[in-house]
């Protein structure tokens, strides 16, 4: 009893830890996936065409899905047969024929002497002897005509040299007739030459008889009948014909309701994919054994270029979701009747807004996946649809392609629906280019397939655009989309920030405009840096007045506290902004940008501060550092660069562009050698071309101004005096 309690925990607790187990999510949801997408699929196979015999009667009427050019069974297997019955036997010439005729035709005459000569038998046994021996050959070769007993009557009493002269003519006759070639089809013709020669001899009838039946005994076919090479010709000349094609035009109709079914009508069927003669079993394991395919080849790409995904199991899910979304929209689209023509309903795979799993994808996930995931869901559609499987493929392919090339390179999110416009257009031109080369130009075809198109372009940025924020929300992923949001004016936190902390919010700009020009030139993600730039400070918020942009005419406060307190009130933003962050529901990407954009840089100012207040005693450095973590990103170090940049070459008195060049480098090298930017994947390359991308834009910025000589200066002040706009600008003021 004890032993099977034991085993029964031994169970729960291993059943237990199997369930918790990642893995078994991960296989579990695998599965699930792979058995939904499969059945979806294969529920087209398995609803899509008939299943009719010969003999049978048509439910209904079936017409063509497509235009094919299909073979005609029947009259191709006529015309093969035909040419197959044309070709002549093969034979081969046996030189040891004659040879053995004329052994044959001794041996026989030889029979016929040695019962003549037998001493043993009377008379009558030798005449029932040699009518027997004629009877045989007679019989065998099918001879008429002869009376073999009056003929061994003859041989019975001829004399030895009338023997003889038999048997050189019937040898003389098997020469003759064995010269030609002689087959065993012409052996009956060549019986008949046998008895005209013999009778051509002068001979008494009985002998003429007797040279008969011993030549037609004697001779044999002299071409061997060659069952191999026969073949082969016949093999050629079946494979020289060439197949009787029939045109099929679309919507054309094969079998009409009411009519009998016919071994041509189910031909006709099975080419042109209508027949279902494969059972349900088959269908179903091939759809499984390509979704399978499908499912490696991605999971194959995520391994070499998107680990990180592929070990997130948020991000499969959503990835999953998505292509199961437009899996099952298109089945939907795919069951609706549009109208009662059936032309126009073999247009809807055009309908089909595949796009919007592609988009949604390289918005959410990875650009790159995104097309990988465009050619997969190409491939479904072709599945899914009926009739020019290929053109609806295509076009999905192309579609989706357009769509996440637009929504790679967005900037507003108006531009999420002009995506819509391009995609329409891309299935418009896809569409007639493949509608051209099927060479079905109908005018009305031509118009349902444009508009078709240009519908699917635009439902596909509807779709996106109302699914986007919901699986943003769910899936916690900071798109573009949200991050062009934040980016507004007009948010909350920015509000405040121009309201309560000018300073800072102009600083922010500045170092927003710094980071995308080098995120720009070194290929990380601009927006993200903008973003990050406009937030990275606003933690400031809860202190303004202790920063200096925001002093403006104020008396500095750190003048009255120790340098340690404003160490801890300077590094303390970067606590604060992260919970104002938090309590405004800022997105992680952000956060991790307001925490990294400092590292654990030292507070130089204040810690040169304490040195010099307290003499010899010891201070601690580490109390004059932030927190860190340091940059984990490009974006992260980017943003940390732009803000160690802007704040130093602000405070110079001579900006020229030699000096500005000198701190940005500096300023770099002293992140650098500090090991702030260890975390990050910046190489040497790269910081060389961010210093030239700041230094491009501070020197647009502190640029050189033309200095107007004084008394032109008091010349423009009376007149301006004169017409009242002194409010005006001077020429170069900027």
């Not at 519908?455 to 062009?484: C, D």
Request: proline fraction near 4%; include cysteine.
């Amino acid at each position: 009893m004890g032993f099977l309690l034991s085993l029964k925990d031994f169970l729960v607790e291993k059943t237990t830890v199997f369930l918790k187990s990642t893995t078994t999510h991960r296989v579990v949801g695998y599965l699930l996936f792979f058995f939904v997408l499969t059945f979806v699929l294969f529920t087209n196979f398995s609803t899509r065409g008939v299943q009719l015999h010969p003999g049978q009667i048509s439910p209904r009427d079936i017409r063509s899905p497509v235009t094919r050019v299909i073979i005609d069974e029947s009259k191709t297997q006529e015309l093969k047969r035909i040419a197959a019955t044309q070709v002549k036997n093969v034979y081969q010439e046996d030189p040891e024929a004659l040879p053995r005729s004329e052994e044959d035709l001794q041996v026989f005459l030889g029979r016929m002497q040695s019962v003549k000569e037998d001493t043993n038998l009377d008379d009558r046994q030798k005449l029932a002897a040699l009518s027997g021996l004629l009877k045989e050959t007679v019989a065998e070769k099918g001879l008429e005509g002869l009376d073999t007993e009056k003929l061994a009557l003859y041989l019975l009493n001829a004399a030895p040299e009338d023997m003889e002269r038999i048997g050189q003519r019937a040898s003389k006759i098997v020469q003759n007739l064995m010269d030609k070639p002689v087959t065993s089809e012409a052996l009956p013709s060549v019986y008949e030459q046998a008895a005209i020669q013999a009778d051509a001899a002068g001979f008494a009838l009985e002998a003429e008889q007797v040279i008969r039946v011993a030549v037609v005994q004697a001779v044999r076919p002299n071409m061997v009948f060659d069952a191999e090479a026969t073949a082969k010709a016949k093999e050629e000349a079946v494979s020289k014909v060439l197949p009787v094609q029939r045109t099929i035009k679309q919507n054309q109709i094969i079998i009409r309701a009411g009519d009998p079914v016919t071994r041509e009508h189910v031909a006709i069927l099975e080419q042109l994919g209508l027949q279902r003669s494969r059972g349900f079993g088959v269908a179903l394991g091939g759809t499984a054994l390509f979704v399978l395919i499908t499912f490696w080849l991605v999971v194959e790409y995520l391994r070499r270029y998107h680990r990180e995904i592929l070990g997130e199991d948020r991000l499969m899910v959503l990835l999953g979701l998505i292509v199961l979304l437009i899996v099952l929209l298109a089945k939907v689209l795919t069951i609706i009747n549009i109208g009662q023509r059936p032309e126009v309903n073999a247009l809807v795979g055009y309908l089909i807004p595949a796009s919007v799993g592609p988009m949604l994808v390289a918005v959410l996930l990875d650009t790159r996946l995104a097309y990988f995931i465009s050619a997969v869901l190409a491939f479904y559609v072709g599945l899914l649809t009926e009739g020019y499987q290929v053109a609806f493929a295509l076009t999905a392919f192309a579609g989706g392609s357009v769509g996440v090339y637009r929504v790679s390179q967005v900037s507003q999110t108006s531009d999420l629906a002009k995506s819509g416009l391009y995609i329409a257009i891309a299935n418009v031109v896809t569409f007639l280019t493949m509608t051209t080369i099927a060479g079905n130009l109908d005018l009305t075809l031509l118009g349902t397939g444009t508009m078709m198109g240009v519908l699917n372009g635009f439902l596909s940025a509807i779709l996106m655009i109302g699914v986007l924020p919901y699986l943003e929300s769910v899936f916690s992923i900071t798109s573009m989309i949200k991050l062009l949001e934040l980016s507004n004016p007009n948010q909350e936190l920015l509000r405040r920030l121009l309201v309560e902390a000018p300073g800072t919010y102009h600083h922010s700009i500045m170092v927003g405009n710094l980071a995308e020009a080098a995120a720009e030139a070194v290929g990380a993600q601009p927006l993200q840096v903008r973003v990050g730039s406009y937030y990275h400070d606003i933690g400031k918020l809860k202190r303004p007045y202790f920063f200096v942009e925001n002093q403006m005419s104020f008396e500095n406060p750190h003048e009255k506290i120790a340098p340690s307190l404003s160490a801890l009130i300077i590094t303390s933003h970067i606590k604060d902004g992260v919970e104002m962050g938090k309590e405004a529901r800022l997105p992680r990407i952000v956060l991790d940008f307001i925490e990294q954009h400092h590292g654990s840089s030292l507070v130089k100012y204040f810690y040169s501060r304490a040195l010099e207040e307290d003499g010899d005693r010891y201070v601690s450095e580490e109390t004059f550092r932030y927190e860190g973590p340091k940059p984990q990103s490009k974006e992260a170090a980017l943003i940390m660069l732009a803000d160690s940049v802007e704040a130093a070459v602000r405070s110079m008195q001579d900006a020229s562009p030699g000096k500005i060049e000198g701190m940005v480098r500096k300023i770099i090298k002293d992140k650098l050698n500090d090991g702030q930017l260890e975390e990050c994947d910046l190489t040497f390359r790269d910081l060389n071309i961010i210093a030239e991308a700041f230094c491009k834009i501070l020197n647009g910025i502190y640029h050189t101004r033309i200095e107007y000589p004084e008394n032109l200066t008091r010349e423009l002040e009376v007149r301006r005096g004169k017409r009242g706009d002194s409010g005006d600008k001077q020429p170069g003021e900027g």
